[in-house]
Nanobody, 126 residues
Framework: QVQLVESGGGSVQAGWSLRLSCTASERSSSSSCMGWFRQAPGKEREGVAAISTGGGISYYADSVKDRFTIAHDNAKNTVYLQMKSLKPEDTAMYYC???????????????????WGHGTQVTVSS
């Protein structure tokens, strides 16, 4: 497993943008796939987006398609989540995750990832 540290969260108004960053402690097969998940109070943690760091193939939850973009910088061992047109329903703790590209990562399944960051809070007000 790798250590993951997220940053970039904050409080913004609806319609604004934010960019989250997640840096892995090392570049290894354990971070071949990286993803972003979020958990709102009282709700299950859900997948937002994931990317294969080698091929750059990405997948998104329907709720964020066309608004969020995931990208990876191999030189910095960092994955980004660019969020545009934020909505109040995007309010949640956002977690970075990493693992081998195991089954389920394309479907943004939680159990496809074994390394997790501590999260960064995103709050969107109307």
């Amino acid at each position: 497993q790798v250590q993951l540290v997220e940053s970039g969260g904050g409080s913004v108004q609806a319609g604004w943008s934010l960019r989250l960053s997640c840096t892995a402690s090392e570049r290894s097969s354990s971070s071949s796939c990286m993803g972003w998940f979020r958990q709102a109070p009282g709700k299950e943690r859900e997948g937002v987006a994931a990317i294969s760091t080698g091929g750059g193939i990405s997948y998104y939850a329907d709720s964020v398609k066309d608004r969020f973009t995931i990208a990876h910088d191999n030189a910095k061992n960092t994955v980004y989540l660019q969020m545009k047109s934020l909505k109040p329903e995007d309010t949640a703790m956002y977690y970075c995750a990493a693992d081998l590209c195991r089954g389920g990562w394309r479907s943004l399944r939680r159990d496809a990832f074994r390394s997790w960051g501590h999260g960064t809070q995103v709050t969107v007000s109307s």
